[in-house]
């Protein structure tokens, strides 16, 4: 045997020693601590393994809590479900874009000081552009993030290829909430109409690209009337001039048939899909929120008969009855959000009781209604609406709109209402077709023709009597005693925190949760965030049941057709977008998050929101996750 094998045997030697040893050595310490000992040892054990296990099952229910609560996303099989469903063929899309806000004077390089318009200036003037804070800040090509700049022409070019590669052909419409032209922010260059009208033009000119063959809804905004906010009554002859240069501009966008409405007064109709045997047909209604805005020095509230702001809620009861009539339902758009800060408060009251006089029509739908009996009371049997979307705050939320107060409309004209009909005088004229807004309606608002864009009369509208007298020199309406001086509430709002706005909402919410029993009258509006980077450039794509479910186990097979669904909110990374040198890889929009899977509800239907927001008032994690999305995530909350 030669030394190394020697040396093999001497170390396995060793090693069956060693072991022997430790052996012997447990043997002896299991003597002297005894058998009590090691069993309470392994009782220990035990429990600490019963510790651990109590204390996963208790972050495992919590996270299922809290993803039943609607704060943890939901997880990735029930996104995947979510997908699935959403994707089915009795599901409808529609994009919700806003604000864009167009600019030709935008300059990459330039500097925010300048409204984004000039290069940075010399270096007495860059002294005092350091003053403002910002003045430094050097725009990118596609625009400056989280600044007052508008919106570049690349921008929108952007915006509208990645549209037409996205989601031409995949929508049933969109709508388009107002504010094309740019802001008046530059004192060296001041805007002028022209500059409005231009760029509504090149925005309806992306829209129609961006969506051939699709219905696009426009909408008049504050910033597509000028001066900004001053929008004069129907009939006077600078509202006649911005109704027609926006109807150029917008080319066949609104309807021919409701020419005649819109040239006088901002507002039509558009009908999107017509009414099927499973079905009630969907219309829009495009509002002109101007009329009720509470910063417009040129309109007053909503008391007055010839008010403009109370033409407007007629025309809309006026439409709402005709959609009752062909067996439609509505979709409402328009650029100021309806609320009590941003509106008149008799226009609001009248808004508020106007929008919820209705039910939506339980599945499947009901036989063609019969004729409208007015002193039956039947009036009241309007469609549902089914989305009210708006813009003008470049935010993402959504809040509620109830008629829970007293009406400020005066309950008859000169007569009394005929027993047991609660319609005030202007809401029977419409119904009757009588009085003032009865000859409306003969003159105007029944134009031949139906809301679609290739038929029906394009004649010029008539102006009634007395409407140019009535409104040039006319500031405010002296009897609504709730309006106050027009300049002072313009400027509050300017002054007031996109914070306050939230924290407003909030506040609303929490009234709504501890309503018992709930308002029937209850519905939801929602504004989208808006192209113009205020924050981040965003738009909504909604979905909603476009037809019944053909299952009865799907979660919505209880659900009228037209209930909103879900939406996605995508964005634009704007300072990742403008380092790249190169033309941006990749889709210029991402997804940001889901409704229902962030705050894990099934549907955007009033009883879902109102479930919600009792979860939200109960959760400073979801307020907060709330605060956060709302302003994109840019943490402008704070």
Excluded at 289 to 315: I, Q
Excluded at 343 to 371: D, I
Excluded at 534 to 541: D, E, S
Aim: hydrophobic letters at 35%.
């Amino acid at each position: 045997m030669d030394d190394e094998a020697t040396a093999l045997l001497a170390r396995q030697h060793r090693g069956r020693r060693r072991q022997q040893q430790q052996q012997q050595e447990r043997q002896r310490r299991w003597r002297h601590w005894g058998p009590g000992v090691w069993a309470a040892v392994a009782a220990a054990a035990l429990a600490t393994a019963a510790v651990v296990a109590l204390l996963v099952g208790a972050l495992a229910a919590g996270s299922r809590r809290t993803e039943r609560d609607g704060g943890g996303g939901g997880g990735a099989r029930r996104d995947a479900a979510r997908a699935r469903e959403l994707a089915q063929p009795h599901v409808g899309r529609f994009i919700h874009i806003t604000d864009l806000h167009v600019d030709r004077l935008y300059a990459e390089g330039s500097t925010t000081y300048s409204s984004c318009h000039r290069p940075p200036p010399a270096a007495a003037a860059a002294a005092a552009a350091a003053l403002t804070g910002d003045g430094h800040r050097s725009t990118g090509r596609f625009g400056a993030a989280l600044t007052k700049c508008d919106s570049p022409i690349a921008l929108i070019n952007a915006t509208r290829d990645y549209m037409r590669a996205a989601w031409a052909g995949r929508v049933d419409f969109v709508a388009w909430t107002g504010d094309s032209g740019r802001h008046d922010r530059d004192l060296d260059q001041p805007r002028r109409f022209a500059d409005i009208v231009d760029g509504n033009r090149v925005a309806a000119a992306a829209m129609r690209a961006a969506f051939p063959g699709v219905a696009v809804v426009p909408s008049v905004g504050n910033n597509d009337v000028s001066p900004h906010n001053e929008l004069p009554g129907p009939g006077h002859r600078r509202a006649r001039r911005t109704f027609r240069a926006l109807a150029d501009a917008w080319a066949a966008m609104v309807p021919r048939g409701q020419e005649p409405a819109f040239l006088r007064a901002g507002y039509f109709a558009r009908d999107l899909r017509p009414r099927s045997a499973s079905a009630r047909g969907l219309t829009a209604l495009s509002l002109n929120t101007m009329y009720w805005f509470r910063a417009n020095p040129k309109v007053g509230g909503c008391r007055a008969a010839d008010s403009p702001g109370l033409e407007h809620l007629a025309w809309l009861r006026y439409q709402m009855r005709r959609a009752r009539e062909r067996g439609h339902d509505l979709v409402l758009l328009g650029h100021v959000l309806p609320s009590r800060d941003n509106y008149r408060p008799s226009c609001y009251r009248g808004y508020a009781r106007t929008v919820t006089q209705l039910a939506p029509s339980p599945p499947p739908p009901p036989p063609p209604p019969p004729p409208l009996d007015a002193a039956s009371g039947d009036a009241l049997a309007l469609p549902a609406v089914h989305a009210q979307l708006f813009g003008h705050s470049n935010v993402d939320i959504w809040a509620f709109i109830g008629h829970d107060s007293p009406d400020p409309l005066p309950a008859a004209n000169g007569s009394a209402a005929a027993a047991g009909d609660d319609r005030l005088w202007w809401e029977r004229e419409v119904d009757e077709e009588s009085g003032h807004f009865g000859r409306l309606i003969r003159d105007l608002w029944s134009a031949p023709g139906t809301n679609s864009t290739n038929n029906g009369s394009s004649s010029s509208p008539t102006t009634p009597p007395g409407a140019e007298r009535a409104w040039e020199d006319m500031e405010d309406d002296d009897d609504d005693e709730d309006s106050g001086p027009p300049a002072a509430d313009s400027a509050a709002q300017r002054k007031r925190l996109p914070s306050d706005f939230v924290d407003s909402v909030l506040g609303e919410f929490k009234q709504v949760v501890a309503q018992e029993p709930r308002n029937p009258r209850l519905a939801v509006t929602t504004i989208s965030p808006s192209i113009i980077p205020t924050y981040y450039p965003a738009f909504r794509l909604v979905h909603y049941l476009r037809s019944p479910p053909p299952s009865k186990r799907s979660p919505w097979a209880r659900l009228a057709p037209g209930t909103l669904l879900d939406y996605d909110v995508y964005w634009a990374d704007l300072p990742a977008l403008n380092r790249r040198r190169r033309k941006p890889t990749g889709p210029f929009f991402r997804p940001l998050y889901r409704f229902s899977s962030v705050y894990g509800i099934d549907s955007l239907s009033v009883d879902a929101h109102i479930e919600w927001a009792r979860k939200l008032v109960a959760s400073r994690t979801l307020r907060k996750r709330f605060r956060s999305l709302t302003f994109l995530g840019t943490g402008e909350q704070q």
